[in-house]
């Protein structure tokens, strides 16, 4: 049987799934409505208000006026799903997220769409990699980062069925298929999607794939790494950190954010408070440049080479 990998499998546009979800929910629940800061073309929501004209509120660029409007209309019993380019969602309204949305823990569900570097020849002002860091600060914030189609839909699901706060990141650079459809989204649980005892990989959105063809090729060398994917990066899967410290060698963190304050910021966290272990941490350590999405991930060691590289070191040399 010929084995093929991750990396070869078909791409999917994560918004794709957004849009056809969120039509999905509103066709069954009247009180979900989309609010949006002229970013109805980027979201690719010309369906939903095609479908639901009276259910989508467009405020221009506004993006405090957004939150601001999105947060009154929970308070009249809607669910509203803010849809606007995470750089500028959580940048210009952190302010209105924070006193609006999770002080007030408000059920408002806050979609950062085209996150990470996917903006990336627009450079640093597009790029939103810090954006996990700011929200995971605040209080009452759930946060999810999907790693592809699949995870999308069902974290979306699970969110307009939930109440109070949460952001997803919806992620416009293509990405294989992770899960099987039935897969289905259990907040503050991370997924062992390959096993292994010697190194173990953590990861999750558009880096996961790159993580499973990491551990591939370690594969090949006789390293046997464990891939978890974190879709939830708050509240954190604490008990799977604990066991991959104590069960291999290392943990190496890979993710497209900033370095410090997310996903590895979260992991690293709990290590030290429960296991020290070795932890090699992989994200934007600086104002990432001007260039394609894809130069930049490899730029910075979040390739299947570059994540393959970090985690032969923590296993032979320990560093």
Same mark, same amino acid.
């Given at each position: !049987?010929?084995?093929? $990998?991750?990396?070869?499998?078909?791409?999917?546009?994560?918004?794709?799934?957004?849009?056809?979800?969120?039509?999905?929910?509103?066709?069954?629940?009247?009180?979900?409505?989309?609010?949006?800061?002229?970013?109805?073309?980027?979201?690719?929501?010309?369906?939903? &208000?095609?479908?639901?004209? #009276?259910?989508?509120? @467009?405020?221009?660029?506004?993006?405090?006026?957004?939150?601001?409007?999105?947060?009154?209309?929970?308070?009249?019993?809607?669910?509203?799903?803010?849809?606007?380019?995470?750089?500028?969602?959580?940048? /210009?309204?952190?302010?209105?997220?924070?006193?609006?949305?999770?002080? $007030? @823990?408000?059920?408002?569900?806050?979609?950062? !769409?085209?996150?990470?570097?996917?903006?990336?020849?627009?450079?640093?002002?597009?790029? *939103?990699?810090?954006?996990?860091?700011?929200? &995971?600060?605040?209080?009452? !914030?759930?946060?999810?980062?999907?790693?592809?189609?699949?995870?999308?839909?069902?974290?979306?699901?699970?969110?307009?069925?939930?109440?109070?706060?949460?952001?997803? /990141?919806?992620?416009?650079?293509?990405?294989?298929?992770?899960?099987?459809?039935?897969?289905?989204?259990?907040?503050?649980?991370?997924?062992?999607?390959?096993?292994? *005892?010697?190194?173990?990989?953590? *990861?999750? =959105?558009?880096?996961?794939?790159?993580?499973?063809?990491?551990?591939?090729?370690?594969?090949?060398?006789?390293?046997?790494?464990?891939?978890? %994917?974190?879709?939830?990066?708050?509240?954190? #899967?604490?008990?799977?950190?604990?066991?991959?410290? /104590?069960?291999?060698?290392?943990?190496?963190?890979?993710?497209?954010?900033? %370095?410090?304050?997310?996903?590895?910021?979260?992991?690293?966290?709990?290590?030290?408070?429960?296991?020290?272990? &070795?932890?090699?941490?992989?994200?934007?350590?600086?104002?990432?440049?001007?260039? *394609?999405?894809?130069?930049?991930?490899?730029?910075? =060691?979040?390739?299947?080479?570059?994540?393959?590289?970090?985690?032969?070191?923590?296993?032979?040399?320990?560093?």
């Amino acid at each position: !049987m010929v084995h093929t $990998s991750i990396a070869d499998q078909p791409r999917y546009d994560c918004r794709d799934a957004y849009v056809e979800t969120l039509a999905e929910l509103a066709e069954a629940d009247h009180r979900i409505v989309g609010v949006v800061n002229d970013s109805v073309g980027s979201s690719k929501l010309n369906s939903f &208000r095609k479908a639901f004209p #009276d259910r989508l509120i @467009n405020v221009g660029i506004a993006e405090q006026d957004m939150v601001g409007v999105a947060s009154g209309l929970a308070n009249g019993g809607r669910i509203p799903f803010v849809s606007a380019a995470s750089c500028f969602l959580t940048g /210009r309204a952190l302010e209105q997220i924070k006193a609006d949305v999770a002080y $007030s @823990n408000t059920n408002v569900k806050l979609c950062g !769409m085209s996150p990470g570097v996917a903006y990336g020849e627009l450079g640093p002002t597009h790029h *939103s990699v810090e954006d996990i860091a700011w929200l &995971r600060a605040i209080a009452n !914030m759930r946060i999810i980062v999907p790693a592809d189609p699949i995870e999308t839909a069902a974290a979306l699901r699970w969110a307009a069925a939930s109440d109070g706060p949460v952001f997803i /990141r919806v992620s416009r650079m293509s990405v294989p298929k992770v899960y099987a459809e039935d897969y289905e989204f259990e907040l503050g649980k991370a997924i062992t999607v390959r096993d292994g *005892s010697d190194v173990t990989l953590i *990861s999750n =959105g558009t880096v996961l794939w790159r993580a499973l063809a990491a551990a591939e090729r370690l594969a090949e060398e006789g390293i046997s790494a464990r891939v978890l %994917s974190m879709p939830t990066v708050k509240p954190l #899967d604490t008990d799977a950190v604990v066991a991959a410290a /104590r069960e291999t060698a290392g943990i190496v963190t890979a993710e497209e954010a900033v %370095s410090g304050g997310g996903l590895g910021g979260a992991v690293a966290e709990t290590v030290v408070q429960h296991h020290p272990a &070795r932890v090699s941490i992989l994200g934007f350590p600086e104002f990432a440049p001007t260039g *394609s999405a894809g130069y930049l991930l490899n730029r910075y =060691g979040l390739s299947p080479e570059g994540i393959a590289d970090a985690a032969r070191k923590l296993v032979t040399t320990g560093t």
